[in-house]
């Protein structure tokens, strides 16, 4: 089991910026990606943003130029940096690592991100 701890939600106006954090811990061979999704009341979770082994990342097309993702591969750590929020970036946020070789993936708890117009 690999937990996995977010953190940095909340309630921000429109225009405003959060950082999330992600810590994963326990026994982690090697993490093949990492990354972040979004559930909002009555939708699909969706892909936010996801950052590979090799630094490669690719984005919604919504948060595009908005948010930005990195990671620190010594530490098993992700953070998304989300800037000009908007009332339709509201939901909750998963943290996602997928680790080698099973690609199993592993889920955080979600941390609710709530922007006010």
């Known amino acids: 089991q690999v937990p996995l701890v977010e953190s940095g939600g909340g309630l921000v106006q429109a225009g405003g910026s959060l950082r999330l954090s992600c810590a994963a811990s326990g026994s982690i061979f090697s993490i093949n990606k990492m990354g972040w999704y979004r559930q909002a009341p009555g939708k699909q979770r969706e892909l936010v943003a996801v950052?590979?082994?090799?630094?490669?990342?690719n984005y919604a097309d919504s948060v595009k130029g908005r948010f930005t993702i990195s990671r620190d591969n010594a530490k098993n750590r992700v953070y998304l940096q989300m800037n000009s929020l908007k009332p339709e970036d509201t939901a909750v946020y998963y943290c996602n690592i997928q680790i080698l070789p099973s690609l199993y993936n592993y889920w955080g708890q979600g941390t609710q991100v709530t922007v006010s117009s």
């Open positions: 950052i590979f082994n090799g630094g490669s990342t």
